[in-house]
């Protein structure tokens, strides 16, 4: 998903390079499987390890709310609802087993780091008349990508189907930003 629009809009000059997510959230979800094993094995299944699978599930829909969905203020409340659920597992964890609270604060470091990220992101890319500068660049970077397959000849027939809305919904938009900047 970083290689499409995201790379397009308008990031703050502290956006970490692609190459850096993957390993980063490899080690933090080892650390939250680590972190919730051990209190699992030391309290058993009580209210904060309900409350860590809730958290997991928020995480993993933030990135198909901002990515998938093109919501970045969504996304951005997700953080805080991901801080504060954080927030309220530490001190259970820290009771029932000290090094499953140690192993959650890079995950915390991870998460203030992202909230401001995304937070630079939202301003950056403003949404005004009910557009964004994301929705633009997403519907632009479809429209590339049908374009491209245009000049592959992929289409013996003529533009047709979903291609053609893109084509179509891509141009009105452009032509109401145009437009709305006379």
């Known amino acids: 998903a970083t290689g499409s629009w995201y790379r397009r809009i308008n990031l703050p000059p502290f956006t970490p390079p692609d190459r850096v997510f993957a390993p980063a959230w490899t080690a933090l979800y080892a650390m ?9 094995r030391a309290a058993g299944w009580r209210w904060p390890l ?18 998938g969905l093109r919501r970045p203020r969504l996304a951005h409340c997700l953080n805080f609802a991901l801080l504060a659920s954080l927030l309220a597992l530490l001190p259970p964890f820290y009771g029932a087993d000290p090094r499953a609270a140690y192993l959650l604060l890079p995950y915390g470091g991870w998460l203030l780091f992202a909230t401001r990220l995304s937070g630079a992101v939202c301003r950056l890319n403003p949404t005004a008349n009910g557009r964004s500068n994301i929705s633009l660049q997403a519907d632009l970077c479809e429209l590339r990508g049908v374009a491209g397959r245009l000049a592959d000849g992929v289409y013996e027939g003529g533009l ?17 930003v145009v437009g709305g900047g006379r």
């Open 160 to 176: 047709g189907g979903e291609d053609l809305e893109v084509v179509r919904g891509t141009l009105g938009q452009l032509a109401e």
């Open 50 to 67: 309900k409350l860590f699978a809730a958290h997991y599930l928020l995480n993993v829909l933030w990135a198909p709310v901002f990515f």
């Open 32 to 40: 939250l499987g680590v972190s919730s094993s051990l209190y699992l």
